[in-house]
């Protein structure tokens, strides 16, 4: 019954989206869904080398999987976009505020409702992987938005030291 309310809060955070202007969701839908396919990737690839562990049957464990990937990842991803891109050190302080949240709270409810269990993945392991791929998704919002914009030339000199 936990695991069905922890599936079901997370699938629910989609009802979020009727807050954000329809011209936000066209301009950062490429990268959400980037955003998702990369955690899809690194969510299996963890799995294959035993990083962490989700509890059940397989088709137990597809469902948890999938209510956290395409629960509030994506829905997360779009609202940050929303609210500070352009603003790059505001958008690195609010990922690295979502990232602790996440490791700090969630993780360990996640892994006392035997939802997922990180095994040779840590929670500040998680915190840093997090941060490097969400500078590497605003990189990519940035060439997809504005391929030689000032944002662009500015991300390069500072971020990537180029």
Do not use: D
């Amino acid at each position: 019954m936990l695991t069905f309310i922890i599936r079901l809060s997370m699938l629910m955070s989609w009802s979020t989206i009727f807050f954000v202007p329809k011209k936000s969701i066209k301009k950062y839908m490429p990268v959400t869904i980037l955003t998702s396919l990369i955690t899809v990737t690194v969510t299996f690839v963890g799995i294959h080398y035993r990083f962490w562990a989700v509890k059940g049957s397989e088709r137990k464990r597809l469902w948890n999987l999938l209510s956290i990937i395409l629960g509030p990842f994506p829905v997360g991803c779009l609202w940050i976009f929303h609210l500070t891109f352009g603003k790059f050190k505001l958008y690195l302080l609010a990922n690295l505020i979502n990232n602790l949240i996440y490791a700090i709270g969630i993780i360990p409810f996640l892994e006392k409702a035997n939802f997922i269990k990180y095994v040779k993945f840590s929670r500040i392991h998680h915190v840093i992987v997090a941060m490097i791929y969400s500078t590497i998704i605003y990189g990519y919002q940035l060439i997809y938005t504005k391929p030689n914009s000032k944002y662009l030339r500015l991300f390069i000199k500072k971020v990537l030291k180029l």
